[in-house]
Each structure stands twice: as C-alpha cells, then as structure tokens.
Nanobody, 120 residues
Framework: QVQLVESGGGLVQPGGSLRLSCVAS????????MGWYRQAPGNQRELVAG???????NYADSVKGRFTISRDNAKNTVYLQMNSLKPEDTADYYC??????????????WGQGTRVTVSS
C-alpha cells in the first residue's frame, strides 16, 4: 500500500503565507514526478506546481513568483511554500505522486487534500 498525507493547510489573511507538506509512505521503490493540484468549489482540479525527481519545476501562471515547490527525496516529501496569498488561492490542495512500487508497478497516487482558505 502507498499513502500520501498532506498537512499545513488552514486559514490565512490575504498577503500571508503557508507551507504545505506531503509525505509519501508505503511500499515505494522510487518516486518520479510530484506535484500539487487544487480544486475550488465549482471548479475543476488544476495543476499548481510540479517537480521531477531531478528538481525541474513548473508552475501555473497564476502562482508564478508567489509559490515555490520543493522536495526532499530522502524523506519522500514534497513541499509547497505559498507567499502573497490571495483570496482566489482558496481551494482544497491535493498532493500527487507518480511512483514505482516495490513490486515494480508504476502509477499515480493522490493525497486526501488539505484546505487553504485566504480571507480577512
């Protein structure tokens, strides 16, 4: 079994910061791409940021310059540092990881989500 567990969401005022974390655990052989997605009420889930095992990153245009994705391969953990938060960043944030399990099987996994609310 593989689990992705997010943490770090919460309520923050506009202009504030939050850091999300996601830890992958279980029968993992290696992790390829990790990423953060978000889904606001009534909207489709969208990619926020992604990072490869080599550290290459990509971001949605709406968060460039404000959010930073990073990962600690030794800890199977991905982070999302969110600065200068705006009300439109309010959403449920989901961690995603494409990985190879110990049995050789490759697939993508999702976390359960963590809610971020930006409001005064």
């Amino acid at each position: 079994q593989v689990q992705l567990v997010e943490s770090g969401g919460g309520l923050v005022q506009p202009g504030g910061s939050l850091r999300l974390s996601c830890v992958a655990s279980g029968s993992i052989f290696s992790i390829y791409t990790m990423g953060w997605y978000r889904q606001a009420p009534g909207n489709q889930r969208e990619l926020v940021a992604g990072i490869t095992s080599g550290g290459s990153t990509n971001y949605a245009d709406s968060v460039k310059g404000r959010f930073t994705i990073s990962r600690d391969n030794a800890k199977n953990t991905v982070y999302l540092q969110m600065n200068s938060l705006k009300p439109e960043d309010t959403a449920d944030y989901y961690c995603n990881a494409e990985l190879r399990r110990s049995n050789g099987y490759v697939r993508a996994y999702w976390g359960q989500g963590t809610r971020v609310t930006v409001s005064s």
